[in-house]
């Protein structure tokens, strides 16, 4: 198993300008505030994309970033097909989309600076999805042959890393580059993966506790939930 310092210093991928930085510690949930950054996305990006396995055909150098992102949302959707949709269009949100308040107050600007969005498709995770480096351990420490069963059985619903990356990179639908006060744009673990399944568009509880799905162990909500939940200091989770 790799652990950090262990990067090798050959065939390294080309690195995008304008990448966050914040320094040096631990990228994980537990000092995420502190270390995970666009760079350190990069790095996790580098050793995938330096180690062969099902995620680039096992051919070293064959990934690019539009497919880390995609197995990244694939994982935090563990593998589930309707899952994934839901945060595909989640993260084009954030990727995409440019967010005022009420008071026309900008709240959001888009993590994608051109038409690939390389340098975004890291800041973003490196801001917002705590768990991606100890995605890496899970796939290629020990993990391998669970994980590509499950991307085995996911393709079947004709969900690839090249169709995820296309939907929320290349042709994303202009729907998914909004960043309005109702859009899913939030997710996180729902507790119990044994919570019932809300079906797409019938959403969950009412008013300002009312979550926008909830499906394999996730729960996703807006941003105007997730303002008036901190504003009232409580979850309204599930």
Request: aromatic share 14%; charged share 15%; glycine share 10%.
């Amino acid at each position: 198993m790799r652990t950090e310092g262990d990067l090798p210093n050959y065939f390294n991928p080309p690195k995008p300008n304008g990448l966050t930085s914040k320094g040096s510690g631990e990228c994980t949930r537990v000092d995420n505030t502190a270390a995970c950054d666009g760079e350190r996305m990069f790095e996790l990006y580098t050793w995938y994309y330096q180690t062969p396995g099902w995620w680039n055909n096992f051919k070293i150098g064959n990934f690019t970033p539009q497919q880390f992102l995609a197995l990244i949302i694939l994982a935090e959707a563990n593998y589930d097909p309707e899952l994934t949709s839901v945060l595909m269009e989640a993260v084009a949100h954030n990727l995409w989309g440019t967010g005022y308040d009420d008071l026309g107050q900008l709240h959001h600007t888009p993590y994608c600076q051109s038409s690939t969005c390389a340098e975004g498709i890291f800041n973003f995770l490196g801001a917002y999805v705590q768990s991606a480096w100890e995605r890496y351990n899970g796939l290629i420490a020990g993990n391998v042959g669970e994980s590509v069963d499950r991307y085995q059985d996911i393709t079947g619903s004709g969900i690839t890393l090249d169709s995820i990356a296309d939907k929320v990179i290349f042709n994303t639908p202009s729907a998914w580059k909004t960043y309005n006060s109702n859009d899913p744009v939030h997710w996180g673990s729902a507790g119990d993966p044994d919570l019932p399944r809300t079906p797409l568009n019938v959403r969950q509880g009412s008013g300002e506790c009312e979550i926008y799905y909830q499906g394999a162990g996730e729960t996703v909500w807006t941003w105007r939930q997730a303002n008036t939940w901190s504003q009232k200091g409580y979850w309204c989770g599930y």
